[in-house]
């Protein structure tokens, strides 16, 4: 293991510096930002909007950035994603809703898989792509357990001196010292373990022992425990006749995460002679998940039909229709499909996250129509606006409007 060196670090931070510049400047608007919305002193400013643009920016820029770097325009990538970022910032609304925050998850969860392919778009073999992103990984390990134990130790400081030395902090600045730490250090350490020549990663062959720990004995492990239990539950459905319970949602997603996390993780043994159980893994893992995605469709589909679309329920459908996909291919051409499974991922968050397609506006849609097709049936909205009762209703209608209601934000 190399030993710790002030000097290389104090180069690693300069050369993140000069690589990704942008991102560095999103990060410290964001902890600028951050730190003056926790005073309460920017209520009645466009504060929100531009700390969501600025959150996004970190990971854009990184993402055009890296663009860049593999096809030699550096600026020019980086331009679009300001015309990007400024579309972005110019579609919030003053005082952004829940619904933007579930928009704005959705697109950072995009362009996080982004990051993951992007340098290894058109280039192979994939050995070098899996490379790339073991090194993000552990840097993003190690850039969390860094920041939590500086935040840790600073704060047991602070402490220490408004106990022992009478310096009165603010209780503002404890979080404010989270953010900065959050934004600049996590951030700034991160970018310093990310490659840049992208060509030698396919020479390495390099496959940390905790990787190995994680996926092939404990991941591998929890997969094989949740395809017993939702084969025992398909074995009950189908002798029962009782139609998917919608809680089967949590599991499905559960295993799939865990299997295809575990799938990814272990594709460079999956051809080696003395790991043959990895194939064998991998196409148990797939062909039993076949039937599970469909128990989540029928699931969905009868909560759909009952209560109408959510932003919850129509990413989990589209999630069941990506994974449908996934495990199809996988049982056509046995591979893992190391980029096509961030990438095409990354795709579907990035579409859905906007447009009359995206979640949010079809699950609005669904919700606002099913409501008034409530309230018209009991005489309460005539041409489209709402009028007074001319009646009291029973319990049993006012409950039925306010489940209506609750589902809305369901």
């Known amino acids: 293991m190399a030993r710790f060196s002030l000097t290389r670090s104090l180069e690693d931070a300069?050369?993140?510096?000069?690589?990704?510049?942008?991102?560095?400047?999103?990060?410290?608007?964001?902890?600028i930002l951050s730190c003056v919305m926790v005073t309460g002193h920017a209520q009645e400013l466009r504060w929100m909007p531009l700390l969501m643009t600025s959150a996004v920016g970190i990971v854009t820029f990184l993402a055009a950035s890296l663009l860049g770097e593999v096809r030699g325009r550096p600026w020019l990538s980086r331009i679009a994603a300001v015309v990007l970022l400024g579309v972005y910032y110019l579609s919030l609304p003053l005082r952004p809703a829940a619904s933007d925050g579930i928009r704005l998850f959705i697109l950072l969860a995009g362009l996080h898989l982004l990051v993951a392919v992007i340098p290894f778009l058109g280039r192979k073999p994939e050995v070098g792509l899996w490379q790339y992103n073991k090194h993000l990984l552990l840097r993003l390990v190690n850039a969390v357990l860094f920041t939590l134990v500086m935040f840790a130790g600073l704060a047991l400081a602070m402490g220490a001196m408004d106990q022992l030395l009478g310096v009165n902090w603010h209780s503002e600045a404890y979080i404010q010292l989270f953010f900065i730490l959050g934004f600049l250090f996590n951030t700034w350490f991160f970018l310093g373990g990310i490659p840049s020549d992208f060509a030698a990663l396919a020479r390495e062959e390099d496959f940390p022992r905790?990787?190995?720990?994680?996926?092939?004995?404990?991941?591998?492990?929890?997969?094989?425990?949740?395809?017993?239990?939702?084969?025992?539950?398909?074995?009950?459905?189908?002798?029962?006749?009782v139609w998917p319970s919608g809680w089967i949602g949590w599991l499905v997603s559960s295993v799939a995460v865990a299997g295809l996390l575990s799938v990814l993780l272990l594709a460079p043994?999956?051809?080696?002679?003395?790991?043959?159980?990895?194939?064998?893994?991998?196409?148990?893992?797939?062909v039993l998940m076949v039937p599970a995605a469909v128990m989540l469709a029928m699931a969905l589909g009868q909560r759909i039909g009952q209560y109408g679309w959510t932003e919850p329920r129509y990413i989990l459908a589209i999630l069941t229709l990506w994974l449908m996909v996934v495990l199809v291919r996988f049982l056509i051409t046995r591979r893992p499909g190391l980029r096509f499974l961030p990438l095409s991922l990354a795709v579907v968050a990035l579409v859905i996250s906007v447009g009359p397609w995206g979640a949010v506006a079809v699950s609005r849609s669904s919700q606002m129509g099913r409501l008034a097709e409530t309230l018209r049936s009991h005489d309460l909205l005539q041409d489209g606006q709402l009028v007074a009762a001319a009646r009291a209703y029973p319990d049993s209608v006012v409950r039925a409007l306010h489940k209506d209601m609750v589902h809305m934000f369901d």
């Open 14 to 31: 300069r050369n993140s510096l000069q690589r990704f510049p942008l991102v560095l400047l999103s990060a410290l608007v964001s902890c």
């Open 210 to 241: 905790p990787l190995r720990v994680l996926a092939q004995h404990i991941l591998s492990s929890l997969v094989v425990v949740y395809l017993a239990i939702l084969m025992i539950y398909l074995a009950k459905v189908v002798l029962s006749g």
């Open 269 to 286: 043994l999956q051809n080696q002679a003395q790991n043959r159980w990895v194939g064998i893994y991998f196409l148990v893992f797939h």
